[in-house]
T-cell receptor
Framework: KAGVTQTPRYLIKTRGQQVTLSCSPI?????VSWYQQTPGQGLQFLFE???????NKGNFPGRFSGRQFSNSRSEMNVSTLELGDSALYLC????????????FGPGTRLTVT | GQSLEQPSEVTAVEGAIVQINCTYQ??????LSWYQQHDGGAPTFLSY????GLEETGRFSSFLSRSDSYGYLLLQELQMKDSASYFC????????????FGQGTELSVKP
């Protein structure tokens, strides 16, 4: 089976712009979660989608949003980018039965200048 | 809310045994997971403890004691390739069951 894929791998944006990141889960996985990873804060949970519904959400401002499509692919969007949004954004999928076992994609490295 | 504490860094020599501890404060969770992340790579799942006790997977073992709010990852016969960051994580009960990660422990294996 192909692993979790994320596009793009690297992105440079300027403050105030918006960005959309994409994630394709492992085939058959219906749960997709997003995380922000920074050196100072570690892995921070953003949100989780299951069957096109947001199942839960982390403590991030409303500028961070996401969605999931009927084929389980997911996108996250960050509007009005701030310098502090520079991070590695990781997507992970799971089967929904063993939600503790997540399969991570390689991440999108976002730099905001 | 939940919080998990891990040592920030651990150093050990090749062939040795190292234990990475994870203590947590949580109102309820389903189990404790461990992930490994090499520099520049994606986290990969190592083990899960749903119940108290020891789980063994090859050179890696993981332990959970809910009464002590404590768990650990044990790595035996250390190899240079084990140099990586190790994260413990718990899945909350309630609030949709989101996965909360510790800050990670950077393990350096020396020859």
């Amino acid at each position: 089976k192909a692993g979790v894929t994320q596009t793009p791998r690297y992105l440079i944006k300027t403050r105030g712009q918006q960005v959309t990141l994409s994630c394709s889960p492992i085939s058959g996985h219906r749960s997709v979660s997003w995380y922000q990873q920074t050196p100072g804060q570690g892995l921070q949970f953003l949100f989780e989608y299951f069957s096109e519904t947001q199942r839960n959400k982390g403590n991030f401002p409303g500028r961070f949003s996401g969605r999931q499509f009927s084929n389980s692919r997911s996108e996250m969007n960050v509007s009005t980018l701030e310098l502090g949004d520079s991070a590695l954004y990781l997507c992970a999928s799971s089967s929904g039965l063993a939600r503790y076992e997540q399969y991570f994609g390689p991440g999108t490295r976002l730099t905001v200048t | 809310g939940q919080s998990l504490e891990q040592p920030s860094e651990v150093t050990a020599v090749e062939g040795a045994i190292v234990q990475i501890n994870c203590t947590y404060q949580t109102s309820g969770f389903y189990g404790l997971s461990w992930y490994q992340q090499h520099d520049g790579g994606a986290p990969t799942f190592l083990s899960y403890n749903g119940l108290d006790g020891l789980e063994e997977t090859g050179r890696f073992s993981s332990f959970l004691s809910r009464s002590d709010s404590y768990g650990y990852l044990l790595l035996q016969e250390l190899q240079m390739k084990d140099s990586a960051s190790y994260f413990c994580a718990v899945r909350e009960q309630g609030q949709g069951g989101k996965l909360i990660f510790g800050q990670g422990t950077e393990l350096s294996v020396k020859p």
